[in-house]
């Protein structure tokens, strides 16, 4: 669509090409304000709508530069980024820097269905004329023969395929967003300072997903994943002094379970380089509802009838907590899941039977042994293994000769490490949370130069030097039940 055209033009300059500018001594202005003004502008109960900090002198684009001239590849990045535009007839500091104002949003609609849906973006650009002209250009060299359209009202431009689609965005004699009591919760959970904040309406979420399944005829409810009682998804980016926070919330839609302090981490071993952690309840009781969907229900009957076990076997395996973590291997990384069992013996032979059907499936072969003292059954693939034991109330299974000897053994452990406290100390993570996602990137990158190295290649030196400033990943939620945020921290140094 125009609108499609015009937005993304604008959008990829304004996120890409200020970097060029703030990193020479920009202004030291204030970042995006924690209302967006666009939001006066647009009606309450639209599906979505994004707000994006467009202001060159912000706060949050000096600290963006700032990370990025860590990377190598930064003014190579720029310069193919104004080379593509220039494909376009457009030039960034002569069409769209003047055109745009401090901030761009974008508002879609929906009456419930993909057709009744439509979008519209919208900016108070610093010289009309500028914008005008921008899009008379986009249009000029757009090809689908439906040009885009804009209403200048109080000084605010909204473009769009159609005017239609404008009238239904636009506030006119309406409640603005900015008024809506669920659209003000949303964004009050986010930072102030933002590069992107973002809303999206859980009601009108659940009634595009109830409609697409009535009309694939797929029988899906909505309510199996908790869409019925959705009140809302927000979510923002933000640079920070070391690093890149997404912040995101949500009410309605119970997640179940609340925050924990995990007890496993506390035996994962010291070189792991990912990690999964979260407790399953609440995940399983949301798949529990799955099988009442008629497709979904002999779906699970196949797997059931190939595993020799039930559905509700499966999950009573998770309910507890659960985590998940990678370290380095003899040829590829060892992967291991650890599982918080309250009837160790009861987990311990519903894998037995797995294990059996597994084995008769694919000629494998399920051997007793021991490892650290552990019995320990190992199911023989030939070309790698399986191997799985109990560990005092736990369950563990790997692919590791060692592994369960390993978890929770005499040697050094993750949660001690100087990396994660580092990652941890960076991002601001809580011991108490609903759920951990850690991804050591300092210590992965040679790993991946390893494994190019096993298969006769190199990774480009250019790939790599623009991969060294990233240190770790770490992301996490917080709350109880239908109300919880999620932090996801990207370290750079």
């Given at each position: 669509?125009?609108?499609?055209?015009?937005?993304?033009?604008?959008?990829?300059?304004?996120?890409?090409?200020?970097?060029?500018?703030?990193?020479?001594?920009?202004s030291?202005?204030?970042?995006?304000?924690?209302?967006p003004?666009?939001?006066?502008?647009?009606?309450?109960?639209?599906?979505?709508?994004?707000?994006?900090?467009?202001?060159?002198?912000?706060?949050?684009?000096?600290?963006?530069?700032?990370?990025?001239?860590?990377?190598?590849?930064?003014?190579?990045?720029?310069?193919?980024?104004?080379?593509?535009?220039?494909?376009?007839?457009?030039?960034?500091?002569?069409?769209?820097?003047?055109?745009?104002?401090?901030?761009?949003?974008?508002?879609?609609?929906s009456?419930?269905?993909?057709?009744?849906?439509?979008?519209?973006?919208?900016?108070?650009?610093?010289?009309?004329?500028?914008?005008?002209?921008?899009?008379?250009?986009?249009?000029?060299?757009?090809?689908?023969?439906?040009?885009?359209?804009?209403r200048?009202?109080?000084?605010?431009?909204?473009?769009?395929?159609?005017?239609?689609?404008?009238?239904?965005?636009?506030?006119?004699?309406?409640?603005?967003?900015?008024?809506?009591?669920?659209?003000?919760?949303?964004?009050?959970?986010?930072?102030?300072?933002?590069?992107?904040?973002?809303?999206?309406?859980?009601?009108?979420?659940?009634?595009?997903?109830?409609q697409?399944?009535?009309?694939?005829?797929?029988?899906?409810?909505?309510?199996?994943?908790?869409?019925?009682?959705?009140?809302?998804?927000?979510?923002?980016?933000?640079?920070?002094?070391?690093?890149?926070?997404?912040?995101?919330?949500?009410?309605?839609?119970?997640?179940?379970?609340?925050?924990?302090?995990?007890?496993?981490?506390?035996?994962?071993?010291?070189?792991?380089?990912?990690?999964?952690?979260?407790?399953?309840e609440?995940?399983?009781?949301?798949?529990?509802?799955?099988?009442?969907?008629?497709?979904?229900?002999?779906?699970?009957?196949?797997?059931?009838?190939?595993?020799?076990?039930?559905?509700?076997?499966?999950?009573?395996?998770?309910?507890?907590?659960?985590?998940?973590?990678?370290?380095?291997?003899?040829?590829?990384?060892?992967?291991?899941?650890?599982?918080?069992?309250k009837?160790?013996?009861?987990?311990?032979?519903?894998?037995?039977?797995?294990?059996?059907?597994?084995?008769?499936?694919?000629?494998?072969?399920?051997?007793?042994?021991?490892?650290?003292g552990?019995?320990?059954?190992?199911?023989?693939?030939?070309?790698?293994?399986?191997?799985?034991?109990?560990?005092?109330?736990?369950?563990?299974i790997?692919?590791?000769v060692?592994?369960?000897?390993?978890?929770?053994?005499?040697?050094?452990?993750?949660?001690?490490?100087?990396?994660?406290?580092?990652?941890?100390?960076?991002?601001?993570?809580?011991?108490?949370?609903?759920?951990?996602?850690?991804?050591?990137?300092?210590?992965?990158l040679?790993?991946?130069?390893?494994?190019?190295?096993?298969?006769?290649?190199?990774?480009?030196?250019?790939?790599?030097?623009?991969?060294?400033?990233?240190?770790?990943?770490?992301?996490?939620?917080?709350?109880?039940?239908?109300?919880?945020?999620?932090?996801?921290?990207?370290?750079?140094?």
């Amino acid at each position: 669509m125009p609108i499609r055209r015009s937005f993304i033009a604008a959008v990829l300059t304004t996120l890409s090409l200020p970097l060029a500018a703030c990193g020479g001594g920009g202004s030291n202005g204030v970042g995006a304000a924690s209302s967006p003004s666009g939001a006066a502008m647009v009606r309450a109960g639209v599906l979505a709508f994004v707000s994006i900090d467009s202001d060159l002198g912000s706060g949050q684009w000096q600290q963006v530069d700032r990370l990025a001239q860590k990377f190598p590849g930064r003014d190579k990045a720029l310069a193919q980024i104004k080379q593509a535009l220039s494909k376009e007839g457009v030039d960034y500091g002569r069409d769209v820097k003047p055109a745009l104002g401090p901030e761009v949003d974008l508002a879609i609609v929906s009456g419930g269905s993909s057709s009744s849906t439509k979008a519209v973006a919208l900016t108070k650009p610093d010289d009309a004329g500028k914008f005008r002209a921008l899009v008379a250009k986009l249009n000029a060299s757009d090809s689908s023969g439906k040009p885009a359209v804009y209403r200048e009202v109080d000084g605010w431009y909204a473009l769009s395929d159609s005017q239609g689609a404008i009238t239904e965005v636009l506030k006119g004699d309406r409640t603005p967003l900015s008024d809506d009591s669920t659209f003000k919760d949303a964004f009050g959970k986010l930072p102030g300072d933002a590069l992107v904040k973002a809303f999206l309406d859980g009601q009108r979420v659940n009634a595009l997903v109830s409609q697409a399944a009535s009309q694939s005829g797929s029988g899906f409810d909505s309510s199996s994943l908790g869409l019925d009682t959705l009140e809302y998804v927000s979510a923002s980016a933000s640079a920070e002094d070391d690093g890149v926070r997404v912040r995101g919330a949500s009410s309605g839609g119970d997640l179940g379970g609340s925050n924990f302090t995990s007890k496993l981490i506390d035996g994962v071993p010291r070189d792991a380089f990912a990690l999964l952690s979260f407790r399953g309840e609440g995940t399983t009781d949301q798949l529990g509802k799955l099988k009442a969907n008629p497709q979904v229900g002999a779906a699970l009957a196949q797997i059931e009838k190939s595993l020799g076990v039930s559905f509700e076997q499966v999950l009573a395996l998770l309910r507890g907590e659960i985590a998940f973590y990678a370290r380095p291997g003899a040829v590829i990384p060892e992967l291991t899941l650890a599982l918080e069992e309250k009837d160790e013996s009861g987990a311990l032979a519903t894998l037995d039977k797995i294990a059996a059907r597994l084995a008769a499936a694919t000629g494998a072969r399920v051997e007793p042994g021991t490892q650290g003292g552990r019995p320990v059954k190992t199911i023989n693939f030939g070309r790698f293994a399986i191997h799985y034991g109990g560990v005092g109330g736990k369950v563990v299974i790997t692919s590791g000769v060692n592994g369960i000897a390993d978890y929770g053994g005499s040697g050094d452990h993750l949660a001690d490490s100087a990396d994660f406290k580092e990652a941890k100390e960076a991002a601001g993570m809580p011991d108490s949370n609903g759920g951990v996602i850690y991804v050591d990137l300092k210590n992965a990158l040679p790993l991946l130069e390893g494994f190019a190295g096993l298969a006769g290649q190199s990774l480009p030196t250019e790939v790599t030097e623009n991969l060294r400033p990233l240190r770790s990943f770490l992301a996490w939620s917080e709350g109880t039940g239908g109300s919880r945020t999620f932090d996801a921290f990207l370290e750079i140094k």
